[in-house]
Each structure stands twice: as C-alpha cells, then as structure tokens.
C-alpha cells in the first residue's frame, strides 16, 4: 500500500462504540446542497478527527529537563505527573496525567487499572477515556533493564508536553525496542509518533496485539487507528484534531 493511500484511509477511519453524541450533519453534495458524502465515509460525530502526518519524534531519553517516570515496576505501577500548563481533552482542562506502562495515558484522577490486556471497545472497563498510542502488555527491555527501559515527560516547543515511551518492550518479545510518545496540545491537539518499533521478528511492533486509539472520557466512543491489527510502521505519526 502506498503512503498516499494509507492517509486516505486513516483520515477516514470512523469513531466506534455505541453512544457517540449526536450532531448535525454539515457535509453536502450536488447542486442542491443535499446532506451526505457519497462514496466516502460518512461524517463522524466524534470530537477530534484523524490525519496522518510527519513524523516528528522528540527524544526525551537524553534531554536534562525531562522527566524520567515508570523507572520500576513497570507491569504494576502508574506514574502521576503534574502538568504546570493544563491539556485540553475533549475541550475540558487536564491538569494531570496518569502514565501506565502498558502504553496509555488518563486524564481521569485517580485511575488505577494496571489490566496487562488491551481493551478492544470503548466502554466502563477501566481504563476509561485512555489516549492510548501502543496499549499492549508491556515491560522493560530485558538487555536495557529497568535504568534504560523509561518513561519520560517534557515540555517542548512552548506549546505541548511529549511523553515517550523509551526502550519498552512486550511480555511476548522481551528483547524488542518501542519507542514511541504521545504529544499533548495546549489547544487540545494530540499526535503519536512513532520512532524505533523493532520486536527482531515476533510480529508484535506493528500493533498487530496493540489498541492505538482516543476513547471519549465516559468510555462513550473511540476513535482508532487500529485495534489488533499491523498498522504501525516506524518513522510514522498520525494527529487527532479538535473539532471546532
């Protein structure tokens, strides 16, 4: 598949999950300005739409004014982190984070999931309204251990926080090298990038086990990028935009 296909196709991807707010349909066609997109996907109703765009991964791993988090217990542990300039998510204000090692993010305070299986529709299960860009079993890289195998937070750019997953790897390829972050948007902007995803062959860093998504904060809806399926490259990003 060529790279010009495969944005049409993410930028078409519909949200999932039963709930999803009702809207108004604005999209029209033809002289007569009927309602509809034909022969494309339908108009969603979900919050933010997906694009995906160039990379641009920000390693966090040597810069000085990171933050390293999840640096033990990386199948049993969240690390909380404060945010000094809040994120909006789905229009309301997140002053803080909590960071799984399984590769998501919450802005529910108090979130305690530790669920090592990767949730696969929206709904009550915990975690709810997770920013997931690699929801799998995961765990330190057994050659780097736990001082090489981090998390890290950062502000960057003036305008987001980055948090990136550093040399993770998964409970079925223990050697593997993920590297991938989540950044977060003053004005509510989310993007994943996607830097070193080698798993030496098992067929797990392509997200082919993995939940890659946005799900609404009641667990109402999602929007993915793919659920258990090979759908992620290195060197690729992708971008969840607010709706006006």
Known sequence: ??????????????????GLPSCTRTQTFGGAGSLGTPKTA????????????PVAFEDLSQAPDASGVLVTGWDSSLSTVTLPV???????????LVMSPNGWLSTRPGETSTSQTNKTAPGSTA???????FYDDLRYNADAGYVLSQGFVGRRGGDHFTVQWHRAALTAAIYAELDFEAKLFDN????????????FGAGL???????????????????PISINQ???SPNTAYRFTPKP
């Open 127 to 133: 975690p709810i309204g997770a920013i997931a860009p």
């Open 1 to 18: 598949m060529d790279l010009e296909h495969h944005r049409r196709l993410v930028a078409a991807r519909p949200a999932i999950g039963g």
């Open 42 to 53: 339908n108009e969603t109703c979900f919050a933010y739409t997906l694009s995906s765009i």
């Open 205 to 223: 860093a392509n997200g082919s086990s993995a939940t890659i998504w946005i799900e609404m904060p009641d667990g109402g809806g999602a929007l």
């Open 188 to 199: 509510g902007v989310i993007e994943f990038h996607y830097g070193t995803m080698n798993d």
């Open 86 to 96: 809040p994120f909006k998510y789905f229009g309301v204000d997140a002053g803080t």
């Open 230 to 232: 090979p759908s992620i």
